[in-house]
T-cell receptor, first 112, second 114 residues
Framework: GQQLNQSPQSMFIQEGEDVSMNCTSS?????WLWYKQDPGEGPVLLIALYKAGELTSNGRLTAQFGITRKDSFLNISASIPSDVGIYFCAGHPYYNFNKFYFGSGTKLNVKP | DSGVTQTPKHLITATGQRVTLRCSPR?????VYWYQQSLDQGLQFLIQ???????AKGNILERFSAQQFPDLHSELNLSSLELGDSALYFCASSVAFPGTGELFFGEGSRLTVL
């Protein structure tokens, strides 16, 4: 199946630091979305991007749909302890909009 | 609360057994997705239904099957269980198919096979 490569796999940061993670694909994607999974919960949508170059913010979170349509990044500014969790990128590849794939996730740990 | 309900929350069973996981989508959502998440792994897409019909299939084993009923709830059947089937199984729903990618996830069913 389609591979969405997320990096880094995990991060350990201090509260207050900014965080950056990204997601790349070998294929062009029509949509890029970012989800967060809190421990013991199901993933929740954070940001959805539908156009190449689109930059969207949601509070302290900012995500961009890469110009090549093969990548996306998510930034979190001024991290707080409740940012802890696993962040997944996801999207629809151009060759089959019926498919929807998730990346392998970036595990974020925030030290108070 | 996402509005998606999954039962049971936890299930412990033995190898070779069969289990059924149930999912009730959000009110008004016609599309149901099933995902498997093994320990510290990503979300593996299993299968998707829209308004009772199978619409997309991922890496679902032949020992697994699913269906969506007329009232839109869905069941995932796992048979001849193996140790490696131990995982969190998530159901998600969305309004349309293929949709925008905005999925609403349940809290998952944690399956432990001993």
């Amino acid at each position: 199946g389609q591979q969405l490569n997320q990096s880094p796999q995990s991060m350990f940061i201090q509260e207050g630091e900014d965080v950056s993670m990204n997601c790349t694909s070998s294929s062009i994607f029509n949509t890029w979305l970012w989800y967060k999974q809190d421990p013991g919960e199901g993933p929740v949508l954070l940001i959805a991007l539908y156009k190449a170059g689109e930059l969207t913010s949601n509070g302290r979170l900012t995500a961009q749909f890469g110009i090549t349509r093969k990548d996306s990044f998510l930034n979190i500014s001024a991290s707080i302890p409740s940012d802890v969790g696993i962040y997944f990128c996801a999207g629809h590849p151009y060759y089959n909009f019926n498919k929807f794939y998730f990346g392998s996730g970036t595990k974020l740990n925030v030290k108070p | 609360d996402s509005g998606v309900t999954q039962t049971p929350k936890h299930l412990i069973t033995a190898t070779g057994q069969r289990v059924t996981l149930r999912c009730s989508p959000r009110s008004g959502d016609l599309s149901v997705y099933w995902y498997q998440q093994s320990l510290d792994q990503g979300l593996q897409f299993l299968i998707q239904y829209y308004n009772g019909e199978e619409r997309a299939k991922g890496n679902i084993l032949e020992r697994f099957s699913a269906q969506q009923f007329p009232d839109l709830h869905s069941e995932l059947n796992l048979s001849s269980l193996e140790l490696g089937d131990s995982a969190l199984y998530f159901c998600a729903s969305s309004v349309a198919f293929p949709g925008t990618g905005e999925l609403f996830f349940g809290e998952g069913s944690r399956l432990t096979v001993l």
